[in-house]
């Protein structure tokens, strides 16, 4: 009966077919049918398995007969399918109680039979597949049978070459009528018929009509047409190129044999030939393989089970090597890896006396000289086999003599292949000469094809492997940084190493020291964490006498002098004594407990700023690579927040810096001033017509050093976003009128003209009215400094959908297109412009922009080019809000400062002496004081009713004068004069007592603003 193996063995291959095709077992029972059959015969896969196949049966009564004829060779009988569709169909014995029935069989189905061709090993496996230890005739009829059903040939046979007689016979057949197999059981080498055409001239001969045999061998189709199936197929069977018999097939159909049908029957008569000629084999026969008695499939089942049971590339290099030696008889052996470039072969197992060196073979050049057999083979992709010394000789002369150990010897060298690329070779070598047949050597190729992919497998499952834990470490590693993330946000970074020991303990270890360089050279001590918080200070005094006992080669020292890692996976008590020098630090290290440890840079842009160094004292907890990776990631991050913190620590005492440089630049360059503007004043109180012009000139260049210094304050406020900005619903004339006052005397001295078109009403914006002012006379003084005398400045202002557009446009030099996209950068000057030699600072723009951006706006620069002019636009969003009236201008009393006392306190003599002879002038009496001792002394006895204080004071600043004088006169209006400029110099001053904050110089008109301010 066919067994349970074979039944499964031929579902594995129905289930391939395209054709429809059933099992049937003798009592007309389906066993499985594939999908094509099922569909059509109008039912599922499912339902034909337990089916009886008369339930499709045309004729059920005569089913029985047509399965009986069967199993004499043929069958033909109709089915027909649910939905009435009828098929006709043929039988054909497949095993002893298994029918293979074809519901529209016939040879055009060539891929069904190259479907069955390649699941031939696997139908082979299962226990009928021809093999040593089997009779001729059992191998005969099992490949017969098998090139039958794949081939939907209606008849068969094999024929071999008697032994030293010129005949051939016939060992097995089917489908034949018995007087047709019984008068060819023997035919000679000369009878005109296909078969013996076709041994003799070692090719197939191919008959695909009834047409075709007619013209060539019509005796032998009138003498027995019984033998005569309308198609024939003949191939030769050939091993080493020697024929030993032939393969006849007999089809009811005419068939064109095609070019994969003539393949299919030579791969197929190839892979016959080897298992006839052993199965032909007496005892004495010479085999290479050792064991006669068990089969080639016994022995390579070994070597699958040897390669199933190993994983690690190691673990199959062994398996693979071994196991195939073993399978082979080879008495040496070397199994060779392509490398990674696949420029490089090494050398990965070598058994044997006989076999290969790893020191001599390891990263060799597939260029390398001397040639040898296994590098050809991997090379080319070919097998090389040596079937003795004088074949090494002379084919590879240049290695034959330290190749040799005797002369007596073979050497089987075949590349590994998987997915298509060489990955390596496997080598055999035997102890006597051996000419490997044409089984054998297919033998080794089907050995290095299950190594090959052995091998791609354990590469497979060492990567996923490392993928896995690298998985995990990653899942470690990003746990524990996430933790930390959220500490290194800190700028204060002396507690961000604090809290990253904290956590760093106990989560990755049981002690931690935090050693930052800059920090021990300021005299700062490590940050350190252990699991017993009473143990930190042994482990920092552990640390300290480390260091002083000169062990810089190990530990911290060590690290911060290389900006390497150091990993020391494990440590034991003899490894710390022999390792440390100083006995006494050797025991102080064991008593810690410690048993592995590392230490990461800390580290930033590529410079090391300290160490982490990071204890276990846990027996079993090691550090690993894994472990390493996770800690050099936290030294980096620790490494960015110290740099970050450091960089905002700089910045921050930068801008400090910057703030009292520009502060005290503001006072000193203003303090100068006073006496000069001061001066000018009494000039014009003593004659109002002397001097006229000078007192202008000197007036205007004041106001033109006053600006330099205001924008130099506004740019740095602006960049810091300093700026207080007082925004209300403004008219735009407003604005341009605000500007043209600042910028009218420049442009009347040089004799330019102004052209205006600015709506009175209509064109509002939400603005600080100073600063957009200010933005307007800046461009307006551009305007008029860049523009020859006699030229010409249009100032024109429009509504464009929801702006409001001011332009300033001249008749000056112009811009060159290369300047004009950073013509708004700080310090920016265009070349030939000389801004320097007009006075400014190149800074004015740059106000501009900040001050316009600030209102939500935009300011744009067009020009032609060199020579034609420029214009600047600025666009501010329209005002919502209605535009209030301006405010009236208060009415100064006349002679309202009449006997009243003012104190002035300025430590210039000069700024002193002109601000005192300006008080006097408005009526005032006046006490001039020069440090803040000094005018404390002076306001208890001259008791005043304003005080005009200078803020920089020697021995009691102008703040703290501020304060005591507040406390001795409730009532005493106290009125800032300084050239400190800053929003926080106003801020302070007004929470120290100051009623008025006026920046100098202070004119006339300012100290008349401030008794006009004075209650009565």
Not at 349 to 371: Q, T
Not at 514 to 536: Q, S, W, Y
């Given at each position: 009966?066919?067994?349970?193996?074979?039944?499964?063995?031929?579902?594995?291959?129905?289930v391939?077919?395209?054709?429809?095709v059933?099992?049937?077992?003798?009592?007309?029972?389906?066993?499985?049918?594939?999908?094509?059959?099922?569909t059509?015969l109008d039912?599922?896969?499912?339902a034909?398995?337990?089916a009886?196949l008369?339930?499709?049966?045309?004729?059920?009564?005569?089913l029985?007969?047509?399965?009986?004829?069967a199993?004499?060779?043929?069958?033909?009988?109709p089915?027909?399918?649910?939905d009435?569709?009828?098929?006709?169909?043929?039988?054909?014995?497949l095993a002893?109680?298994?029918?293979?029935?074809?519901l529209?069989?016939?040879?055009e189905?060539?891929?069904?039979?190259?479907a069955?061709?390649?699941?031939?090993?696997?139908?082979?496996?299962?226990?009928?597949?021809?093999?040593?230890g089997?009779?001729?005739?059992e191998?005969?009829?099992t490949?017969?049978?098998?090139?039958?059903?794949?081939?939907?040939?209606?008849?068969?046979g094999?024929?071999?070459?008697?032994e030293?007689?010129?005949r051939?016979?016939?060992?097995?057949?089917?489908?034949?009528?018995?007087?047709?197999?019984?008068?060819y059981?023997s035919?000679?080498m000369?009878?005109?018929?296909p078969?013996?055409?076709?041994?003799?001239?070692?090719?197939a001969?191919?008959?695909?009509?009834?047409?075709?045999?007619?013209?060539?061998?019509?005796?032998?189709?009138?003498?027995?047409?019984g033998?005569?199936?309308?198609?024939?197929a003949?191939?030769?069977?050939?091993?080493?190129?020697?024929?030993?018999?032939g393969?006849?097939?007999?089809f009811r159909?005419?068939?064109?044999?095609?070019?994969?049908?003539?393949?299919?029957?030579?791969?197929?008569?190839a892979q016959?030939a080897?298992?006839?000629v052993r199965?032909?084999?007496?005892?004495?026969?010479d085999?290479?393989?050792?064991?006669h008695?068990?089969?080639?499939?016994?022995?390579?089942?070994?070597?699958?089970?040897?390669?199933?049971?190993?994983?690690?590339?190691?673990?199959v290099?062994?398996?693979?090597?071994?196991?195939?030696?073993?399978?082979?008889?080879?008495?040496a052996?070397?199994?060779?890896?392509?490398?990674?470039?696949?420029?490089t072969?090494?050398?990965?197992?070598?058994?044997?006396?006989?076999?290969?060196?790893?020191e001599?073979?390891?990263?060799?050049?597939?260029?390398?000289?001397?040639r040898?057999?296994?590098?050809?083979?991997i090379?080319s992709?070919?097998?090389v086999?040596?079937?003795s010394?004088a074949?090494?000789?002379?084919?590879?002369p240049?290695?034959?003599?330290?190749?040799a150990?005797?002369?007596?010897f073979?050497?089987?060298?075949?590349?590994?292949?998987a997915?298509?690329?060489?990955i390596?070779?496997?080598s055999h070598?035997?102890?006597r000469?051996?000419?490997f047949?044409?089984?054998?050597?297919?033998?080794?190729?089907?050995?290095?094809?299950?190594?090959?992919q052995a091998?791609?497998?354990?590469?497979?499952?060492?990567?996923?492997?490392v993928a896995?834990?690298?998985?995990?470490?990653?899942?470690?590693?990003t746990?524990?940084l996430?933790?930390?993330?959220?500490?290194?946000?800190s700028?204060d970074?002396?507690?961000?190493?604090?809290?990253?020991?904290?956590?760093?303990?106990p989560?990755?270890?049981?002690?931690?020291?935090?050693?930052i360089?800059?920090?021990?050279?300021r005299?700062?001590?490590?940050?350190?964490?252990?699991?017993?918080?009473?143990?930190?200070?042994?482990?920092?005094?552990?640390?300290?006498?480390?260091?002083?006992?000169?062990e810089?080669?190990?530990?911290?020292?060590?690290?911060?002098?290389?900006g390497?890692?150091?990993?020391?996976?494990?440590?034991t008590?003899?490894?710390?004594?022999n390792?440390?020098?100083?006995?006494?630090?050797?025991?102080?290290?064991?008593?810690?407990?410690?048993?592995?440890?590392?230490?990461v840079?800390v580290?930033?842009r590529?410079?090391t700023?300290?160490?982490?160094?990071?204890?276990?004292?846990?027996?079993?907890?090691?550090?690993?690579?894994?472990?390493?990776?996770?800690a050099?990631?936290l030294?980096?991050?620790?490494?960015?927040?110290?740099?970050?913190a450091?960089?905002?620590?700089?910045?921050r005492?930068a801008d400090r810096?910057?703030?009292e440089?520009?502060?005290m630049l503001?006072?000193?360059?203003?303090?100068?001033?006073?006496?000069?503007?001061?001066?000018v004043?009494?000039m014009?109180?003593?004659d109002?017509?002397?001097?006229?012009?000078?007192?202008?000139?000197i007036?205007?260049?004041v106001?033109?050093?006053?600006?330099?210094?205001?924008?130099?304050?506004?740019?740095?406020?602006?960049t810091?976003?300093?700026?207080?900005?007082?925004?209300?619903?403004?008219?735009?004339?407003?604005?341009?009128?605000a500007a043209?006052?600042l910028?009218?005397?420049?442009?009347?001295e040089?004799?330019?003209?102004l052209?205006?078109?600015?709506?009175?009403?209509?064109?509002?914006v939400l603005?600080?009215?100073?600063?957009?002012?200010?933005?307007?006379a800046?461009?307006?003084?551009?305007?008029?400094?860049?523009?020859?005398?006699?030229?010409?400045?249009?100032?024109?202002?429009?509504v464009e959908?929801?702006?409001?557009?001011?332009?300033?446009?001249?008749?000056?030099?112009?811009?060159?297109?290369?300047?004009?996209?950073?013509i708004?950068?700080?310090?920016?000057?265009?070349?030939?412009?000389?801004e320097?030699?007009?006075?400014?600072l190149?800074?004015?723009?740059?106000?501009v922009?900040?001050?316009?951006?600030?209102?939500g706006?935009?300011?744009?620069?067009?020009?032609?080019?060199?020579?034609?002019?420029s214009?600047?636009?600025?666009?501010?969003?329209?005002?919502?809000?209605?535009?209030?009236?301006?405010p009236?201008?208060?009415?100064?009393r006349?002679?309202?400062?009449?006997?009243?006392?003012?104190?002035?306190?300025?430590?210039?003599?000069?700024?002193?002496g002109?601000?005192g002879?300006?008080?006097?002038?408005?009526?005032?009496?006046?006490?001039?004081?020069?440090d803040g001792?000094?005018?404390l002394?002076?306001?208890?006895?001259?008791?005043?009713?304003?005080?005009l204080?200078?803020?920089?004071?020697?021995?009691m600043d102008?703040?703290?004068?501020?304060?005591?004088l507040?406390?001795?006169?409730?009532?005493?209006?106290?009125?800032a004069?300084?050239?400190?400029?800053?929003?926080t110099?106003?801020?302070?001053?007004?929470?120290?007592?100051?009623?008025e904050?006026?920046?100098?110089?202070?004119d006339?008109?300012?100290?008349?603003?401030?008794?006009?301010?004075?209650?009565s």
């Amino acid at each position: 009966m066919a067994t349970d193996m074979h039944r499964e063995a031929f579902v594995q291959v129905l289930v391939h077919l395209r054709e429809p095709v059933l099992l049937v077992d003798r009592d007309g029972i389906i066993v499985a049918g594939n999908v094509a059959a099922a569909t059509a015969l109008d039912t599922s896969v499912a339902a034909l398995a337990g089916a009886r196949l008369a339930s499709f049966s045309v004729e059920p009564d005569e089913l029985r007969g047509h399965l009986r004829l069967a199993v004499q060779g043929e069958s033909a009988f109709p089915l027909c399918a649910r939905d009435g569709r009828r098929y006709s169909c043929d039988a054909s014995l497949l095993a002893p109680e298994l029918f293979i029935v074809r519901l529209s069989g016939g040879p055009e189905a060539s891929k069904r039979a190259r479907a069955f061709f390649e699941m031939f090993p696997r139908l082979a496996g299962v226990g009928g597949a021809p093999g040593p230890g089997r009779t001729v005739d059992e191998v005969a009829r099992t490949l017969l049978s098998f090139a039958m059903t794949t081939m939907g040939a209606k008849a068969g046979g094999v024929f071999l070459l008697e032994e030293h007689v010129d005949r051939l016979e016939l060992v097995s057949s089917i489908g034949y009528q018995p007087e047709s197999v019984e008068q060819y059981r023997s035919v000679s080498m000369q009878a005109p018929i296909p078969i013996v055409d076709a041994v003799r001239a070692g090719s197939a001969v191919y008959l695909g009509s009834v047409d075709e045999y007619q013209a060539r061998y019509a005796k032998l189709l009138g003498a027995h047409p019984g033998l005569v199936k309308t198609a024939i197929a003949c191939v030769p069977l050939l091993v080493d190129g020697r024929c030993i018999g032939g393969l006849a097939l007999g089809f009811r159909m005419p068939w064109d044999f095609s070019d994969v049908d003539r393949a299919f029957f030579h791969d197929f008569a190839a892979q016959c030939a080897p298992a006839l000629v052993r199965a032909r084999r007496k005892d004495g026969d010479d085999s290479l393989f050792p064991d006669h008695a068990a089969s080639r499939f016994e022995r390579l089942h070994a070597f699958t089970g040897a390669l199933a049971q190993a994983f690690t590339p190691a673990e199959v290099a062994e398996a693979a090597l071994d196991a195939s030696m073993a399978a082979t008889g080879a008495k040496a052996g070397g199994l060779w890896s392509m490398g990674p470039d696949g420029k490089t072969v090494t050398l990965v197992r070598s058994v044997g006396r006989m076999g290969p060196r790893p020191e001599h073979h390891n990263a060799l050049s597939l260029d390398h000289e001397p040639r040898f057999p296994m590098l050809d083979a991997i090379q080319s992709g070919v097998a090389v086999w040596i079937e003795s010394y004088a074949d090494l000789e002379a084919r590879y002369p240049d290695i034959a003599v330290p190749f040799a150990i005797g002369t007596s010897f073979s050497v089987a060298c075949v590349p590994l292949f998987a997915q298509g690329r060489c990955i390596g070779g496997l080598s055999h070598a035997f102890e006597r000469p051996h000419r490997f047949v044409e089984h054998e050597r297919a033998f080794f190729q089907v050995l290095t094809w299950y190594a090959a992919q052995a091998i791609e497998r354990s590469r497979l499952y060492a990567a996923e492997k490392v993928a896995r834990e690298q998985a995990e470490a990653s899942q470690r590693r990003t746990a524990f940084l996430a933790a930390s993330d959220s500490l290194l946000s800190s700028l204060d970074y002396q507690e961000t190493l604090a809290a990253i020991a904290r956590i760093a303990v106990p989560q990755i270890a049981d002690w931690c020291i935090v050693e930052i360089v800059d920090d021990r050279e300021r005299g700062l001590p490590a940050i350190a964490a252990h699991v017993n918080p009473l143990k930190v200070p042994f482990v920092l005094a552990l640390s300290r006498k480390f260091r002083a006992r000169g062990e810089a080669r190990h530990g911290i020292p060590a690290v911060l002098e290389s900006g390497k890692s150091r990993l020391y996976s494990t440590f034991t008590v003899e490894q710390i004594r022999n390792g440390v020098a100083d006995r006494e630090l050797a025991e102080l290290f064991v008593q810690s407990g410690v048993v592995s440890s590392m230490i990461v840079p800390v580290s930033a842009r590529g410079c090391t700023l300290g160490a982490i160094l990071l204890n276990s004292a846990t027996p079993g907890r090691h550090f690993d690579e894994q472990d390493l990776a996770m800690a050099e990631e936290l030294g980096r991050r620790v490494g960015l927040a110290i740099e970050n913190a450091r960089l905002y620590r700089d910045v921050r005492e930068a801008d400090r810096l910057k703030d009292e440089f520009l502060a005290m630049l503001s006072h000193e360059l203003r303090n100068p001033l006073v006496p000069i503007v001061a001066a000018v004043d009494l000039m014009k109180l003593a004659d109002e017509n002397m001097f006229v012009q000078e007192r202008d000139l000197i007036r205007r260049n004041v106001k033109h050093l006053v600006q330099l210094v205001d924008d130099l304050l506004d740019v740095s406020r602006i960049t810091r976003g300093k700026v207080q900005l007082r925004k209300e619903p403004t008219e735009v004339s407003t604005l341009v009128s605000a500007a043209l006052e600042l910028v009218n005397p420049m442009i009347l001295e040089r004799v330019q003209r102004l052209a205006l078109a600015v709506p009175e009403r209509g064109v509002a914006v939400l603005a600080d009215r100073i600063r957009i002012a200010q933005a307007i006379a800046n461009l307006l003084t551009n305007a008029s400094k860049y523009t020859d005398r006699g030229g010409t400045l249009v100032v024109t202002a429009r509504v464009e959908g929801s702006e409001a557009m001011i332009s300033v446009l001249d008749s000056g030099i112009g811009i060159a297109p290369e300047v004009l996209p950073r013509i708004f950068d700080l310090f920016a000057q265009a070349p030939g412009a000389n801004e320097r030699a007009q006075g400014g600072l190149g800074i004015g723009l740059t106000v501009v922009k900040r001050l316009v951006e600030l209102h939500g706006g935009k300011v744009i620069a067009r020009s032609p080019g060199l020579g034609f002019g420029s214009e600047f636009v600025i666009r501010l969003p329209l005002a919502v809000e209605a535009v209030l009236p301006p405010p009236s201008p208060a009415v100064a009393r006349a002679n309202g400062a009449h006997g009243r006392r003012a104190l002035v306190v300025e430590d210039n003599l000069d700024a002193a002496g002109v601000i005192g002879e300006l008080m006097n002038a408005v009526g005032f009496t006046t006490r001039i004081a020069h440090d803040g001792m000094t005018a404390l002394a002076a306001a208890v006895e001259f008791k005043p009713d304003l005080a005009l204080l200078d803020l920089g004071l020697p021995n009691m600043d102008g703040y703290e004068l501020a304060r005591q004088l507040r406390a001795l006169y409730g009532t005493l209006r106290i009125v800032a004069v300084t050239g400190y400029a800053a929003d926080t110099d106003r801020t302070r001053s007004r929470e120290a007592g100051f009623d008025e904050h006026i920046v100098k110089p202070v004119d006339l008109e300012a100290l008349r603003k401030i008794v006009d301010n004075m209650p009565s």
